[in-house]
Each structure stands twice: as C-alpha cells, then as structure tokens.
C-alpha cells in the first residue's frame, strides 16, 4: 500500500514487516516539503524512516537515543602543527529503529579492554564480545536504516567457546583480525568478500597463555605475546604454520628463561621489523640505598633487547642483551618509529625526582655514520654547531651551552673531539685531539682559547660489556644433537677474537682465587703502515687478538668491554686449551 503524498507534518507510523515478531518493523515519519510549517500542519511531503515510539528519551534513559561521549573513549587529535588536543569523541546518535531492531552496541555499561582498526572500522572489544562501527564511519555503531541490513552496517558479534572467554587484544594480521583472550586465540575473517555482519566469522587458533599486561607486537610474519612465568616474562612467536592457517607458538625466551623480569608493573613490548629487533622495557629496577641499606626511588632503566635474523626459513640469530641507561632516570615508556627507538622518562638530581621529563632516541641503523667522517660510539652526540658559543677574552676560555642537561656523575664521561687530517689507506683512520671540558653548569662546559672557529664532536662515553658462556667440549650425541663431554678437563691456555673495524677494546680474564688480568687492544699492529709509533692517530683495523687465561673453564669468567668512543665488531673468538681426559666414553 502506498502512503499519501499529504499528511501533517511530524505524522509517524509504524510498518509491520512480518507477523512473527518486531526486529524487521520499522518507522517513518512524514516531512513536509514547506519547511515552514509547524508540526501537526497538513501539506505535500514525503516519508523518511525515523526513530521508534518510545525512542526519544536521553541518552541516560533505558531507552537511550545516543551514547555518553564523556563515558566513551577520548580522542588524542593533531589540532596544530607538534600540538595535541585530548577531546571527547562526537559519537552517533541511533536515528532509526528502536531497541529491538537497532540494538544499543553492547559495550555500553560495559569495560572496554580493547580498541582496534580493521577493514576501515572502529573496534572495541568487551568481555567476549567485538564490536565494529560503521564502514569509514568510526564514531557511529548504530544503523542508518532498520528496512534492509547493508554490508556497511556495525557488527556486534559474540565469540563462542567452551571456555570463559574475556578478549583482550585485537591485532590485526594477514588479512585477519587476531583476538587474544587469557588463554585462548581466535582468528576473525571474512575470507575473500568484504567484512560484512554476513561473511565474518571467528575461528578458535590455540591455547597459549596470554599476559595481558604486556600488548602483543606484529613484525613481518609473526605476532609477538608474552606469557607469565612466576615473577618472570615469556615471550612467544606466533606465526602461520601450513597453508590452512593454523597458527604455532614458539617461545623466544626459552634459553634465556629469567632474563626477563615481571614483578607487576606494565611491561612494554616494541619493535622494529626493519631492523629486526624487539626492545623490552621490564620491571628491573635501579634503587639508591643509604649506609643502612634503605632502598628508595625505585626507577627503571635498563632496556631488554631480542635480536633476531632469518636466512629463509631459518633463524640464525636469536640472542638477547640489555641497555642500561643513566641511572638518573626512570623510563615511563618506550617505541620504535621505524628504526629509531624513543624513550620517554623523567629524571632525578640527588636522588630526589625533578619535574623534568626527557624524550631520547636510540637510532638502531645498521652501520649509522655519526657523519661523514667519523663514526664515534657516544651517546647524545652534538658538534659545536648544534651548541652556543661564546668566547670570553677576559677569562680567554670559550664557553659551549649544550642543548641538553649532563648529569654531575656524567660529567667525566664526556670527550670533546676534534678532527685532524688524516691519511688515506685500507685501515681506517680516527684522527682527532681530545680535550678536556671544564664544566661550569649542567648544560655548558668550557675549553681553554679561542675555539669558535674550531669543529668538534661532543657526546658521552658509554660501556659496553660481553661476557662469554663458560667454554665447553662437544661431542655428537645418540639423537644427532651436541652435548657436553664431562669426563675431560678443559684447561684454556689462551684464546683469539677476529675482530673487525675495531680501535680499542679490553679483555678482562677473572679466575677463582686470582687477581682480575686485562689485556687491551688498542689498534695498533705490529706490521701495520699506520702503527709505526704509538703516538699516531687511534687505528681501526681488522684482525686477531691474542689474549692469555691459564684456567679450567669452569673456573673463569672471560669479559670483552669498550669504554672509549672508539668502535670495537667482533666477528668471532676461540680458545686453545689442554685436554685431559678422565676416562673413555662408548656408545651403545
């Protein structure tokens, strides 16, 4: 039956569509062409699908016609150039239907653990639920029309199981949604139609434990989630496993079991696929302790790092280290944007925390050049270009105002380099005067003279530190694998690194009831053009090191460190040791 053309303005009607129930019913209103007309006033027009009977109520009501914008989630927007404005969404109003036919989305009154991008929807999920907004509209989860079911329509979905499921983290993955509950990880897709109410579908993948403190991360072909172990963190490699998207859980930790800690606090997970890398900012914390050994001002400061390398389908890098940074600072958060690591965090001055908050940067490029010339190993490096400078004549002394604070117990760790001329050859050359600053400030230094014409490269020392897993013979085992030999004595006479690129580097040898021995490289070889005198520029050279240990293995502990801004690579090491054997082994 056709409606009349004419009717007063404001005139609703509701339209049964079957006789069975009210979810297909929907309402129209008539609007008169004659916008001037009060409601109720009789003139041509037409029908507009409308708002229920009962749906006019606030959005406080049982029956509520929008959501609560101060009780949705807020809005971080890049209103001006390097500014942010926190803002309440503008959330869609339900404009059809009524509660029956254009439910209210069901995180409302609901926690919301979770928001996502997917297939350009907003998503949230809750409880055991997703719920997914309008295609391209983000802030409407309510349909435009009750008439038909459109494919861009919101998707509020339940995922079902056997078990209690409460989702927790939605990533988006190879054309598919992944949901990670507690205990439990679902694949959500639409195969190969678009992501309709119609064509999506939840598929249960595994059963891994999931620590939901710790956000999962996507680098290249795999998701990266972690586990508790006691007050420890697991990380597992979750990736595609055959062609019917099945999913394998392989743990990244598993040789390095209690390196990482987790003793309550928000762990942070970030990582690079560029440079294939994950940085873990975890519970390990710096206290400062009294004579009395009162500990206080607990702060986090060390940085887990998970280097990793595939060679096809092969992984043959898979090692962990850690970044200790200043111990005046306590990081809040951490992020790679794409090969540089950000740090956030707030300092402390006498062990008491300043209002002063700190972004840093860790740039992991592969053989980054600090510039063309040089490739000096300091942190927080600058030129005097990137520095105040003023000569006094009266005090004859040139004062440099860095662009950052240097902490009192750093002020011995920082080198002012000059570059000189150098001479050209197959070793690299690091030709440069190093002069002594005199601090008069946290943030500026002075060198003796008239130095503004001069170039200089300012930076930080830092430490670095390897230290060997304790040498052991290996013999093929019953199943093909290597095992340790136990009825040899092991004793080291010396051992050599190759090394490679590299201007200083010591070698601490430590033995059980011995004084500590260092050996120091410092570049200079014997037969080198460039070493004739030890007086020549710092040399970066390729070669081997010769070191003496005189030990069992299993009584000594061999460290390499570099604490110059000199570089140090090293490409591989080896020990020649006695072997005394106790008895002989068979097989059987």
């Given at each position: 039956?056709?409606?009349?053309?004419?009717?007063?303005?404001?005139?609703?009607?509701?339209?049964?569509?079957?006789?069975?129930?009210?979810?297909?019913?929907?309402?129209?209103?008539?609007?008169?062409?004659?916008e001037?007309?009060s409601?109720?006033?009789?003139?041509?027009?037409?029908?507009?699908?409308?708002?229920?009977?009962?749906?006019?109520?606030?959005?406080?009501?049982?029956?509520?016609?929008?959501?609560?914008?101060?009780?949705?989630?807020?809005?971080?927007?890049?209103?001006?150039?390097?500014?942010?404005?926190?803002?309440?969404?503008?959330?869609?109003?339900?404009?059809?239907?009524?509660?029956?036919?254009?439910?209210?989305?069901?995180?409302?009154?609901?926690?919301?653990?979770?928001?996502?991008?997917?297939?350009?929807?907003?998503?949230?999920?809750?409880?055991?639920?997703?719920?997914m907004?309008?295609?391209?509209?983000?802030?409407?989860?309510?349909?435009?029309?009750?008439?038909?079911?459109?494919?861009?329509?919101?998707?509020d979905l339940?995922?079902?199981?056997?078990?209690?499921?409460?989702?927790?983290?939605?990533?988006?993955?190879?054309?598919?949604?992944?949901?990670?509950?507690?205990?439990?990880?679902?694949?959500?897709?639409?195969?190969?139609?678009?992501?309709?109410?119609k064509t999506?579908?939840?598929?249960?993948?595994?059963?891994?434990?999931?620590?939901?403190?710790?956000?999962?991360?996507?680098?290249?072909?795999?998701?990266?989630?972690?586990?508790?172990?006691?007050?420890?963190?697991?990380?597992?490699?979750?990736?595609?496993?055959?062609?019917?998207?099945?999913?394998?859980?392989?743990?990244?930790?598993?040789?390095?079991?209690?390196?990482?800690?987790?003793?309550?606090?928000?762990?942070?997970?970030?990582?690079s696929?560029?440079?294939?890398?994950?940085?873990?900012?975890?519970?390990?914390?710096?206290?400062?302790?009294?004579?009395?050994?009162?500990?206080?001002?607990?702060?986090?400061?060390?940085?887990?790092?998970?280097?990793?390398?595939?060679?096809?389908?092969?992984?043959?890098?898979?090692?962990?280290?850690?970044?200790?940074?200043?111990?005046?600072?306590?990081?809040?958060?951490?992020?790679?944007?794409?090969?540089?690591?950000w740090?956030?965090?707030?300092?402390?001055?006498?062990?008491?925390?300043?209002?002063?908050?700190?972004?840093?940067?860790?740039?992991?490029?592969?053989?980054?050049?600090?510039?063309?010339?040089?490739n000096?190993?300091?942190?927080?490096?600058?030129?005097?270009?990137?520095?105040?400078?003023?000569?006094?004549?009266?005090?004859?002394?040139?004062?440099?105002?860095?662009?950052?604070?240097?902490?009192?117990?750093?002020?011995?760790?920082?080198?002012?380099?000059?570059?000189i001329?150098?001479?050209?050859?197959?070793?690299?050359?690091?030709?440069?005067?190093?002069?002594?600053?005199a601090?008069?400030?946290?943030?500026?230094?002075?060198?003796?003279?008239?130095?503004?014409?001069s170039?200089?490269?300012?930076?930080?020392?830092?430490?670095m530190?390897?230290?060997?897993?304790?040498?052991?013979?290996?013999?093929?085992?019953?199943?093909?694998?290597?095992?340790?030999?136990?009825?040899?004595?092991?004793?080291?006479?010396?051992?050599?690194?190759?090394?490679?690129?590299?201007?200083?580097?010591?070698?601490?040898?430590?033995?059980?009831?011995?004084?500590?021995?260092?050996?120091?490289?410092?570049?200079?070889?014997?037969?080198?053009?460039?070493?004739?005198?030890?007086?020549?520029?710092?040399?970066?050279?390729?070669?081997?090191?010769?070191?003496?240990?005189?030990?069992?293995?299993?009584e000594?502990?061999?460290?390499l460190?570099?604490?110059?801004?000199?570089?140090?690579?090293?490409?591989?090491?080896?020990?020649?040791?006695?072997?005394?054997?106790?008895?002989?082994?068979?097989?059987r």
């Amino acid at each position: 039956i056709d409606l009349p053309i004419t009717a007063p303005k404001g005139f609703k009607i509701k339209v049964h569509g079957s006789l069975e129930g009210d979810e297909d019913d929907y309402f129209v209103e008539f609007q008169t062409n004659d916008e001037s007309l009060s409601a109720g006033d009789v003139g041509e027009g037409t029908w507009t699908e409308c708002l229920g009977w009962d749906t006019t109520a606030t959005n406080e009501a049982p029956v509520r016609k929008a959501l609560t914008d101060s009780s949705m989630p807020f809005i971080l927007k890049n209103t001006a150039v390097n500014t942010f404005t926190l803002l309440e969404g503008e959330w869609g109003e339900r404009t059809v239907g009524t509660e029956e036919s254009n439910k209210t989305p069901s995180f409302v009154g609901k926690k919301i653990s979770n928001a996502f991008l997917f297939k350009d929807r907003l998503g949230f999920l809750c409880e055991d639920k997703i719920i997914m907004s309008e295609v391209s509209y983000y802030y409407n989860f309510f349909r435009k029309t009750v008439r038909v079911l459109k494919d861009s329509t919101p998707i509020d979905l339940t995922v079902s199981s056997d078990q209690i499921v409460d989702l927790k983290y939605a990533v988006p993955f190879n054309n598919q949604l992944l949901l990670f509950a507690n205990n439990a990880q679902f694949s959500l897709r639409s195969g190969n139609e678009a992501l309709t109410s119609k064509t999506i579908s939840v598929v249960h993948k595994s059963s891994y434990e999931l620590d939901t403190s710790v956000t999962p991360i996507v680098l290249d072909s795999q998701v990266y989630f972690g586990f508790k172990r006691g007050d420890k963190l697991g990380i597992y490699e979750y990736f595609i496993a055959d062609d019917n998207n099945n999913f394998q859980g392989v743990e990244i930790t598993e040789h390095v079991p209690s390196y990482i800690e987790h003793t309550g606090e928000q762990v942070v997970m970030t990582g690079s696929s560029k440079e294939r890398v994950i940085a873990v900012l975890d519970t390990s914390s710096y206290y400062s302790c009294d004579s009395l050994n009162t500990c206080s001002n607990a702060r986090r400061n060390k940085i887990k790092i998970y280097k990793y390398f595939w060679k096809g389908r092969e992984k043959v890098q898979s090692s962990w280290f850690e970044f200790e940074l200043d111990p005046f600072i306590d990081i809040y958060d951490i992020s790679f944007v794409d090969s540089e690591l950000w740090i956030y965090a707030s300092t402390f001055e006498n062990q008491i925390r300043t209002d002063s908050f700190i972004f840093m940067k860790m740039d992991f490029s592969e053989n980054k050049l600090v510039s063309s010339a040089t490739n000096y190993h300091l942190d927080h490096v600058v030129t005097n270009a990137d520095c105040t400078v003023v000569y006094d004549s009266g005090s004859d002394k040139t004062a440099y105002t860095l662009p950052y604070n240097v902490f009192r117990q750093d002020w011995t760790k920082v080198r002012v380099l000059k570059s000189i001329a150098g001479t050209s050859g197959t070793e690299a050359t690091y030709n440069e005067t190093e002069f002594t600053p005199a601090f008069a400030s946290s943030t500026q230094f002075l060198l003796e003279g008239d130095t503004t014409s001069s170039t200089y490269t300012i930076g930080l020392t830092f430490e670095m530190e390897y230290q060997f897993s304790t040498p052991s013979l290996k013999d093929t085992g019953g199943s093909g694998g290597r095992v340790p030999i136990m009825n040899m004595r092991n004793q080291i006479r010396n051992g050599k690194i190759a090394y490679e690129n590299s201007g200083y580097f010591e070698v601490n040898v430590t033995v059980n009831g011995r004084d500590a021995k260092t050996s120091i490289f410092n570049g200079h070889t014997l037969g080198s053009t460039q070493s004739t005198v030890l007086s020549d520029p710092n040399i970066v050279s390729n070669g081997v090191f010769k070191f003496p240990v005189y030990s069992k293995a299993e009584e000594v502990v061999i460290k390499l460190s570099n604490s110059t801004h000199l570089p140090s690579q090293f490409i591989s090491a080896e020990f020649e040791s006695f072997i005394h054997g106790h008895s002989t082994r068979t097989s059987r």
